[in-house]
C-alpha cells in the first residue's frame, strides 16, 4: 500500500510540475477596482406587462395562470403573452413586447430564452423580468433570485427594485466554412471542453436530473488531450497556450452554490476569462479543490485574468456554448463586454456589493 501512496503521489507532483512550466501567465494591463450600480425603485402606478413563454418548458401552462393572476390581482390590465418558437427563441417577441409599450417583460423558460429576450432590450427603458423554467437557471442564481420559487419570481419581476448590469456580446467565426456570426449572452460563454460537455450531455438525463446531467459528461470527457490556442487581452499581443477549455464570465455563480469566480461582479465592465489547462486526474483534482473550497492561492492548472475584451483562436474547429447552448464551432471569436446594457428586475434591498478585500483581489487579478 505505502509504495501505491507514494508511486500516486509522485505522478501527482510530476503532472503540477510538468503544468507549472506550460501554462504562464498572460501580460493584462492593470484593472480599476469593481464598481455597482446602485438599486432603483420601479416607478409607481399600474404597469403594462408582456409575457415571453417557452412553451414547451415544465410548468409553462402554470407560469401562465400566475402571471395572469397576478396582473388581476394588481388591478392592470392583463399581460401580453407572446410565446416563443423554434425559429425564434424570444427576441422576436421581445421587440414586438416593447412596441406594444410593455413596461417589464417577463422570460418564462432556461437560459437560452433569457438570452434572446435580452438581446431585444438592451440599452432600452424596459425592465426584465426572470422566470426561470431551465434546468441550469445561471442568471438567476447570479442575482440572488428564489430559482425554485416561480411565485417568488413573479413577485420580484412584477413589484422588485431595479438596477442595470452588463451584457456581452461574442463573434464566432469559422475560418473552414467562411461562417461568422454574432450572439449575445449573459452569463458564461466558452470554447473547448465546456462545450463539448454540453454536446454531450444527454437530453434524458437533463430531464430526469436536471443540471447534474452535466457531471455526467463532463466525467466522460475528463480524459483527452490540451489543445494549442493564442488569447489575447484587450488588444494585447497573442501568446500562445496548452488549454482544454478557455471561459469568458460576466459573473461565476454555478447551481449547487458553486463560486465558480469568486469575485467576479456583473456591473463591472469588465469580463473574467478563465483559463483551465489541467493535463492529468491530479490536475483536474487540484482544479476541483481550489474551486470547492475557495482556496485564494493561485494554482497552475487553472488561471483568472480581467479584460473588457478577449479573442481566441483555435487550430481547427473548436466547439464553443454560450450560456449553456452550443454556438457552433469556431477558428475563432471574440468577446467583449457591453457595460450597464440591461435593466433587469431584482429583489429590493441594498445590492450586494463585493467587500473590500475581494475588490482588491480583483482589480490586482492578473
Known amino acids: 500500500m505505502r509504495p501505491k501512496l507514494i508511486a500516486l503521489t509522485a505522478a501527482a507532483a510530476a503532472a503540477s510540475v510538468r503544468s507549472w512550466w506550460q ?22 402606478g399600474p404597469q403594462r ?21 397576478a396582473c388581476s390581482d394588481a388591478g392592470w390590465d392583463p399581460p401580453l403573452i407572446l410565446e416563443t418558437t423554434i425559429e425564434d427563441p424570444g427576441t422576436g417577441q421581445a421587440h414586438l413586447a416593447l412596441e406594444a409599450g410593455a413596461d417589464v417583460v417577463l422570460a418564462a423558460g432556461g437560459d437560452g430564452t433569457v438570452r434572446a429576450v435580452a438581446q431585444a432590450m438592451a440599452h432600452g427603458p424596459a425592465a426584465l423580468g426572470l422566470l426561470p423554467l431551465g434546468t ?6 447570479n442575482l440572488g433570485l428564489p430559482y425554485n420559487d416561480i411565485a417568488g419570481c413573479l413577485e420580484v419581476a412584477l413589484h422588485g427594485s431595479q438596477r442595470r448590469i452588463d ?3 461574442v463573434l464566432l467565426r469559422n475560418e473552414s466554412t467562411g461562417t461568422a456570426s454574432e450572439a449575445p449572452f449573459l452569463v458564461m460563454g466558452g470554447v473547448g471542453l465546456d462545450a463539448a460537455v454540453v454536446a454531450a450531455t444527454k437530453d434524458d438525463l437533463k430531464e430526469k436530473f436536471g443540471w447534474l446531467a452535466y457531471s455526467e459528461a463532463g466525467v466522460r470527457h475528463l480524459p483527452g488531450r490540451r489543445q494549442r490556442v493564442s488569447i489575447s487581452l484587450d488588444g494585447g499581443a497573442p501568446q500562445s497556450r496548452k488549454v482544454r477549455t478557455v471561459l469568458f464570465a460576466n459573473c461565476g455563480k454555478l447551481p449547487a452554490g458553486i463560486d465558480f469566480i469568486p469575485d467576479s461582479i456583473i456591473d463591472d465592465g469588465y469580463l473574467d476569462i478563465v483559463v483551465m489547462s489541467p493535463r492529468s486526474l491530479a490536475g483536474w483534482l487540484w482544479m476541483a479543490a481550489k474551486i470547492v473550497f475557495r482556496h485564494k492561492g493561485e494554482i497552475p492548472v487553472i488561471k483568472y485574468y480581467r479584460a473588457r475584451e478577449v479573442t481566441v483562436w483555435t487550430a481547427e474547429p473548436t466547439h464553443t456554448q454560450l450560456d449553456g447552448d452550443l ?10 463586454i457591453d457595460p450597464g446594457a440591461l435593466l433587469i428586475r431584482v429583489p429590493g434591498g441594498e445590492p450586494a456589493a463585493a467587500s473590500p478585500a475581494a475588490r482588491v483581489v480583483a482589480a490586482g487579478r492578473g
Not at 28 to 43: D, K, S, Y
Not at 49 to 69: C, F, G, M, W
Not at 136 to 141: D, E, F, H, P, S
Request: proline share 5%; charged share 15%.
Open 327 to 336: 454556438s457552433g464551432a469556431v477558428t475563432s471569436l471574440t468577446a467583449r
Open 136 to 141: 441550469g437557471n445561471l442568471l438567476v442564481r
Open 23 to 44: 501554462v504562464r501567465r498572460l501580460k493584462v494591463q492593470g484593472a480599476p477596482a469593481a464598481t455597482v450600480h446602485p438599486l432603483v425603485a420601479r416607478a409607481s
Open 167 to 169: 451584457m456581452a456580446t
Open 49 to 69: 406587462v408582456a409575457l415571453i413563454l417557452n412553451p414547451v418548458k415544465l410548468n409553462a401552462a402554470e407560469t401562465r395562470a400566475l402571471v395572469e393572476q
